[in-house]
Every structure is written in C-alpha cells, then in structure tokens.
C-alpha cells in the first residue's frame, strides 16, 4: 500500500510541476454562492455569504468553533434541512441552477455531490455492502459491474490492497483510519463531481490524517473538494483556497498562499497565528 | 499549623453505626429480592407438584372431555396457535408501521408529541377495557361473533402500544451518522429507512414484538368479555371458526374445580404447558437480543 501510495505522489509532484510551467487553464465554477443567510430559529448562522466553489481545487473553510463553516458545507448538500427549523435566504447555484430552489431534488443534488463526515461512519454491513450501497440505491444491480464499482472506488481511495482480501468483513472491523478512507471509496462509487469534507481527519492520528491529505491531493485532480477544518496547518498544506469564516461571516476568501502569508483582514492574521479560536 | 474539622476520635466512633447501617440497608434490599423469588418458587413448585404428573401425550391432543381422566387441550392449543396467527402480522404490520411514521416522518411538534404521550398511556389501560371494545366492535358491530378473527384483534389492540413503543425506541437508537450517510449519497427516505435503519433497528424490534406476543398468550380478562367458551367444540380450522385457548382452558377449570376436584389439577397441567410456552418466547427474545446486538 504505502509503496503505491508513494509511487502516486511522486508521479503526482512531476505531474504537478509540469502544470507549474504550463499558463493556468481557467477553472470552471461549480458553486456560486450569493447572498445566502442562514437562521436556526432566530439564530442568523450565515450571514450574507458570497463565495464561488471551481472544479479540481480544494477549498478550505477554517474558522473557530459555531462560526458557520460546517453549517455552509451542509448548506452545499442541504443536508442542513435534517435539522427542521432552519431557513435560508439568497441563492447558491450550481452548474448553473440554484440548489436552494425547493424544486431542485435533493437525491438528484446529493448524487452529484458526496460527503465525509467528521466521524467514519460505515455502515454496519460488509466492506464490499458499504460501497456498493450507493450504486444498488441508483439501480444497479448487475454483480458484475458493482464488482468493479467496488474495486475502482477502493483503488481510488487508496485502500485496495489493504482490504482487497476482507471484503466480506465487516466494516466495523477496521481502523478508525481505515473506516474513514472506506467512507471515501463509499462516496466515490456515486461518481460525483463535488466531494463535501467535514472535518475528516479530526478524529484520527496523526498517520491516518496524513493518508487522507494524501488522498485529498490526489481526489483533486477529478473533483472539487471543500474541506472543513480546525487544523490550520493542514489548510495550508492541501488547499488551493481559503475560506475564513468568523460569527456567521466570511471575513477573508483567497488563495491559501495570500490568506496564510499575506491575510488583508486583521482578524485573519490574528485568528491563523493562534491569537484566538 | 491549619485547623482540623475531622476530629479523629469523633470519627471513629461514628464509623462501626456507620458501617453498621450500610449492612442493615444490604440486608433489607436482599430481603426484598429474596420475597419475589420465594413467592415464585412456592408458585413454581406449587404449579408443578400437582400438574406435572398430568402431563403426557393424551392429554396434549385429546378433545375436551367432562371426563378429567380422558379430558385434553389440544383445542386450546390450536386456539391459542391461531390467536397469535392473528396477532403477529396485525401488530407488526400496524406497530412498526406507526412506529416508523412517528419516528422517521412525522414533524416533531405538539401533535406528534401528544399522540406519543396517549400511545404510552393506552399501554396502561386494564386488559379488560379493550375486552370491552373488542367485544362491541368485532363481535358485535362488524359481526364476526366470538371466533379467532375477533379474539386475535382484541390482543392485537391490547399488545399494539407496546410493540410500538418498544419499534420507537429501536428506531431512535439506531444512529443519526447512519441515515445521514445514506440521504448523502442521494438515497430517498424510503430507502434509507428500509435499507439502512430498519435493519439496524430489527433486533430491538423484534425483542420488543415476541415480548408483546407473550403478554398476548396470557391474556384472559379480553377473552371472557368476549365470551370465549371452553365447551365441546371441534378444533379450529380457520379464523372464522370458534375457538377456545390455553388461558380460558385455565380459568375455566379452575373454577369447575369445586364441581370435579380433579379439574384443578387438568388447570395446573395446563399452566405448565403456557408457562413452557412463555418461557420458549422469552428464550428467543434474548436470543435474538444478543445474537443482533450490534454496537455502532
């Protein structure tokens, strides 16, 4: 595993040094985000949030604790309406049609657009069941090719020849770090075109997480990636953008490079060199 | 050096009433387990001593007899078969159905609430009070008469709160990361209730059902409202056929008992075979309890 993991890196740094040289190709939009607030009651969570979302880049989203960020990222998927009592204002459109428009089906949104949690949580079935729950729930039933979704979304999550042998084990059965990559190939046999992350490294160690950024790098080359987390350090190691997000707002939204080492916001600097959060 | 308020002397002497006390309360909550099951082995042993002798392959498939010595309970047996042939598809089909819809649909607000509070309590309505409506709806005005179809729905009303309050908090336990993996890769909720947390839930489910079933099998009080005989009656074929069952087997021999003395031990026979029964039911409860036990 670790060998072809590295192996994929290094082919991943030439690769990515070539595109260094190459003139920057302009990124499709994936989510544009206008003016959407967001109340829990009376609680105003998202307060006017303007932010576009492009393809293969990873856009990060930091911020202390109840500012809003995970909130957004459930607002992506509008998974944020499990929870009745909120409502929202304004639009986020994506690939062109508003999502937040009742009349935008949520399986058809969620299809398209997966998500990792901030806790793995597998399914308490077979490893083989968990991955293809996605595509039995979209109608394929042909063994044959679930077969093949099962083994190109674990290949793609880098956890093939790990569990290659087990996969009628339980998923419970596996590492925290394992079960949370397992999510990832879960996500990734929907094929979809925005991967949603939660804050999915802060339950694991520090190997595990660095497994995942791994990933991330590689998952970036085909999807959009928006990754929640607490870790500044690893917003600045794996994304490409930087959101920060403070009491319901974004204060600052750039390349992570000017948000880390140039932020135009006061608070910014004060929050990413640990002054508060 | 500080002040002490621990007086040592002072402690010591309060420590030997101190330890003293904590065996007393010992003693007396042993007291109160020790009562419940001596009660239940003088029952048991009670129970035993006079019916077990009666027990043999005659009396488990004769017909009812006058005669206590050729007098058997196979009717009673089919009756109470087909009582539960009733019971299990109408309390499962209607239990977790309402269960679900409580859980998983319906908005959480004042009217859901109100109709969780008054399922919890028609669990606590005395047996007898559904005996009642038993009788004036499915006896009476739908017409059945006093056959297995109208005693079955009776118990199938009695036991219903409690499978679904038992299907409730199965649901609830099963865990909201599972259901939200599944509406994230686009799942409906029928699909994820089905697929994802029913099975999850199915052990509890089950657990609470086959316990439900068991107060089922021992009810009376609904029975007699109903008119459920013990005569000589041909052995029940159908749900439109008149039946009698292992509890009113019971009640109605003991009664006879002042007539023929013997009856009182053809009822104590035939509470071991419930008992028995009962005790099957149980077993497969928690069987199936710490077979699907799953943590999450």
Known sequence: MSTVMTKAINLKLVRNENERSEPEVEKEVVYDTKGLNLWYGETHALKNINMDIKEKEVTAIIGPSGCGKSTYLKTLNRMVELVPIVKTSGQITYKGKNILDKSFRVEDLRTQVGMVFQKANPFPKSIYENIAYGPKIHGIKNKKILDEIVEKSLRGAFIWDELKDRLNDNAYGLSGGQQQRLCIARCLAVEPNVILMDEPTSALDPKSTLRIEELVQELKKDYAIVIVTHNMQQAARISDKTAFFLNGEIIEYDKTDHIFNNPTDERTGDYISGRFG | ?296
């Open chain 2, 1 to 296: 050096m500080a002040t002490k308020y621990m007086d040592a002397e002072l402690v010591g002497k309060r420590m030997s009433s101190r330890v003293r006390k904590n065996a007393g309360w010992k003693g007396l909550f042993f007291a109160s387990t020790l009562f419940g099951l001596i009660v239940l082995a003088v029952l048991l042993v009670r129970i035993f001593t006079q019916g077990i002798e009666y027990i043999n392959i005659d009396f488990l498939k004769n017909h009812l007899s006058t005669d206590a010595s050729r007098a058997g309970i196979m009717g009673a047996i089919l009756g109470t078969a087909w009582l539960m042939v009733v019971v299990i598809p109408v309390t499962m089909v209607i239990g977790v159905g309402t269960a679900i819809y409580l859980e998983l649909y319906a908005k959480k607000g004042k009217l859901q609430s109100f109709i969780a509070t008054n399922i919890s309590n028609l669990a606590g309505v005395p047996s007898i009070v559904y005996g009642l409506l038993g009788l004036t709806l499915f006896v009476r005005a739908l017409e059945f008469g006093n056959v297995i179809l109208a005693g079955g729905l009776t118990l199938a009303l009695l036991v219903l709160p409690i499978v679904i309050v038992a299907a409730q908090e199965a649901l609830r336990a099963v865990p909201g990361s599972l259901s939200e993996a599944s509406y994230g890769m686009g799942a409906t909720k029928w699909q994820t209730v089905r697929r994802i947390i029913l099975p999850a839930a199915l052990p509890g489910i089950l657990t609470g059902a086959i316990l439900a079933l068991s107060r089922a099998i021992g009810e009376t009080a609904p029975l007699t409202v109903l008119g459920i005989p013990a005569l000589l009656i041909p052995f029940p074929e159908g749900i439109f056929d008149t039946f009698t069952a292992l509890p009113m087997q019971i009640y109605y021999w003991t009664i006879d008992a002042s007539l023929v003395a013997e009856y009182a031990n053809l009822a104590a026979a035939t509470i071991i075979v419930l008992l028995v029964l009962l005790f099957l039911l149980n077993s497969i409860a928690i069987l199936i309890r710490n077979k699907f036990q799953q943590r999450y």
